[in-house]
């Protein structure tokens, strides 16, 4: 980065974009939150964030961060751009980009999915460097009562980011969303997508994400999922990248371990915030749109495009859309219901 303080757009403020500007501004960065029209608002009384250890930080109002829902005031002076929108939305954010951002600005995807970045690097123009990154914690929206809007940090993990931008990690790497460089974002973005394909299933249920890991039933759902993503990976020749402790080859047999002896051996994955459940949950209980043809939906491509099948991607991607289109909110399906589905005939007809 050059000598001056470089300024940071986050490119899409709900709740990974809030809690990470934040965190940011926090830190004495010069950050612009670009969102919706009510959380500039909420930005204008003080937003919080809160870590997994349960330590609170305000921004005050009028202080250390700004907000606009006004795309050419947040990227027009940005030197780096942070895109933080559902993957449904990278299309569109990637025209404001190259329509209002500097030429010289350092684009980063902190998104889900595999498919971003091609987007990204076909859209936001020649001239701007587009770096790939992933955020592995989910962050809790709540409206405070004295008006405040507060983001709480749910699960662990350190930010990884593509290497390769001198300056850039020590730029980002602050209190509360700590980052550390990775020579291979691809591999680390689909061992990303193999956790979260336990999104889908954490909307259907409806439980929290503790209680919900925490019942061999839905492991052993999320688990046939795994392995039948590993599957794919393989003839596709992809080796994903571990994303904690454990190795993606060993997260199907751990997931089916019974449930004394995974919460013995899985404590860090079930350290989460107990009211916490998955963006998917929170986009089906708004009526927003999910990123389900993200998750399951790029294994069902990655298949067919192999030659082979995905039946229980696709079918847990069809309950999803059906979730969708009923505009309910969450199901709240059983593992024996989603299994059930699963085994039973297809919306084509087809078998399981």
Not at 104 to 125: C, E, F, H, K
Not at 324 to 340: C, W
Request: net charge positive; charged share 20%; aromatic share 2%.
């Amino acid at each position: 980065m050059n000598g001056k303080t470089p300024s940071i757009a986050v490119a899409g403020a709900g709740s990974i974009g809030c809690h990470v500007g934040a965190c940011l501004a926090l830190a004495g960065r010069d950050v612009t939150l670009l969102g919706r029209p009510d959380v500039v608002a909420a930005a204008a009384r003080g937003l919080r964030v809160v870590g997994l250890d349960g330590r609170s930080r305000t921004l005050a109002p009028g202080g250390a961060v700004r907000a606009t829902a006004e795309p050419a005031a947040a990227l027009a002076g940005a030197d780096v751009v942070l895109v933080t929108v559902k993957s449904g939305d990278t299309a569109a954010m990637a025209g404001l980009i190259a329509a209002y951002a500097r030429a010289d600005a350092v684009v980063v995807s902190l998104q889900n999915g595999v498919g971003n970045l091609p987007i990204l690097r076909s859209r936001v123009g020649s001239g701007r460097a587009v770096l790939g990154a992933m955020v592995p914690f989910n962050v809790v929206r709540s409206d405070e009562a004295d008006g405040t809007m507060s983001f709480r940090r749910a699960t662990g993990g350190d930010i990884l980011i593509e290497a390769g931008r001198p300056g850039l990690r020590a730029l980002l790497d602050v209190e509360g969303c700590p980052v550390r460089e990775t020579p291979d974002i691809e591999a680390v973005l689909w061992g990303k997508l193999l956790l979260n394909l336990n999104n889908a299933l954490n909307a259907l249920s409806g439980q929290p994400l503790a209680r919900q890991l925490a019942d061999r039933r839905w492991r052993r759902v999320l688990a046939a999922q795994i392995a039948e993503a590993l599957s794919v990976m393989r003839r596709a020749g992809i080796r994903p990248a571990k994303i904690g402790a454990i190795r993606p080859g060993l997260l199907p047999y751990l997931l089916r371990l019974p449930d004394a002896l995974f919460v013995r051996l899985a404590r860090r994955m079930l350290a989460i915030d107990p009211t916490a459940r998955s963006s998917m949950w929170e986009d089906l209980q708004r009526g927003r749109r999910t990123e389900i043809a993200e998750f399951q939906g790029a294994i069902e491509r990655l298949a067919a495009a192999n030659g082979i099948d995905a039946p229980l991607s696709r079918r847990i991607a069809a309950l999803v859309r059906e979730a969708e289109a009923a505009g309910r909110g969450s199901p709240g399906l059983t593992p024996d219901a989603v299994n059930g589905r699963c085994e039973g005939p297809t919306t084509d007809g087809t078998r399981l």
